[in-house]
């Protein structure tokens, strides 16, 4: 884990300075060499779980990463943990803050799998659509149609909550890909709401920051109380 201090430091330069600094290829690279090398101490970033809030990584604004780092080892490596820990907890999208890497880089896959397993008549309101697993590096998020829709949302980084969020119906994302490829995506209704509740995570924002309040609920509350405390 990075040393909070130097978190916070990291935060408020950013947020006086109103700009983020790239990641070079040095710094990316003395990153793996301390934190994947074989002797690399335990506790450090990138993670093997996913970071709960309260861990200042996920309140920094992210850093842009420049196009010479896109095509390291490291980076490339940095990108499959990131998908291995998505697929270890079975999230449809993660930011790198999540596993503790102030990177400016998000992915998400929704497969067909995972959409046969919604309740068919939430599939249809929310307009559930499959996306095969897609990188985005230094995105910049544009809002299309600002027509907001409220739906629930849960996040891997605040465990077993969930609550209403309102979103934008549509938006445009331009962006990088894994390769240093510029492409523009364009997304509505629940995968918009997918890309927009990621994006957050770039800028320090969680969607307790965006929710309605009242309907802030931990997901499991009806069996902890039929299990007298107990989440069985």
């Not at 959409?115 to 659509?129: D, H, Q, W, Y």
């Not at 890909?177 to 990621?198: K, S």
């Not at 009242?214 to 509350?221: N, V």
């Amino acid at each position: 884990m990075f040393r909070y201090s130097n978190l916070i430091s990291r935060y408020v330069k950013n947020v006086k300075n109103n700009s983020v600094r790239p990641i070079s290829f040095r710094s990316i690279k003395k990153i793996w060499s301390i934190y994947f090398g074989k002797t690399s101490p335990g506790g450090k970033p990138p993670y093997d779980h996913i970071c709960q809030i309260g861990d200042p990584v996920l309140r920094i604004i992210a850093e842009p990463i420049d196009l010479k780092t896109i095509e390291t080892e490291e980076f490339q490596k940095g990108l499959d943990h990131m998908y291995e820990v998505m697929k270890k907890y079975d999230t449809i999208g993660l930011a790198a803050p999540q596993i503790g890497f102030s990177w400016r880089v998000f992915a998400i896959e929704i497969t067909e799998k995972y959409l046969k397993e919604v309740e068919r008549n939430t599939r249809i309101i929310c307009a559930m659509e499959a996306q095969p697993l897609i990188y985005f590096v230094n995105p910049k998020l544009t809002v299309i149609d600002s027509t907001e829709l409220v739906f629930q949302e849960m996040c891997a980084s605040i465990n077993s909550f969930q609550a209403d969020v309102p979103r934008a119906k549509e938006i445009e994302i331009k962006a990088l890909d894994r390769f240093g490829n510029p492409f523009t995506w364009r997304a509505r209704n629940w995968l918009a709401r997918v890309a927009q509740h990621e994006n957050d995570h770039l800028c320090g924002v969680l969607y307790t920051d965006r929710m309605l309040p009242l309907s802030f609920e931990y997901c499991f509350w009806k069996n902890y109380n039929q299990n007298d405390g107990r989440v069985a």
